[in-house]
């Protein structure tokens, strides 16, 4: 029904870069919005960044000033611009569609996760 696609994800150093893309395709039209969480070994997982197809946006506190989320609605793809990576920014990263409703975000369905890892 709804499928997603991440790519670039991998191994780079302290205060590097690096950027992540998600590519949804199914029936995907009922949702209007599109994000990323992370998950670092034995945490739960975090909400970083969501963007609607108006683009509206929003992210944690977190990654405000390192992280840039963006989205190319004609190829149904969402981007995570990752900037001064430092190893806390280590885990594994999932792209979702759901919605925003003014007030949350909701995810619907996830992809399958890209490794990111930092090093010191």
């Known amino acids: 029904q709804v499928q997603l696609v991440e790519s670039g994800g991998g191994l780079v150093q302290a205060g590097g870069s690096l950027r992540l893309s998600c590519v949804a395709s199914g029936s995907i039209f009922r949702f209007n919005a599109m994000g990323w969480h992370r998950q670092a070994p034995g945490k739960e997982r975090e909400m970083l960044a969501g963007i609607t197809s108006g683009f509206t946006i929003s992210y944690v506190d977190s990654v405000k000033g390192r992280f840039t989320i963006s989205r190319d609605n004609a190829k149904n793809t969402v981007y995570l611009q990752m900037n001064s990576l430092t190893p806390e920014d280590t885990a594994v990263y999932y792209c979702?569609?759901?919605?925003?409703?003014?007030?949350?975000?909701?995810?619907?369905?996830w992809g399958q996760g890209t490794q990111v890892t930092v090093s010191s």
């Open positions: 979702y569609v759901g919605a925003f409703d003014g007030r949350r975000w909701t995810p619907a369905y």
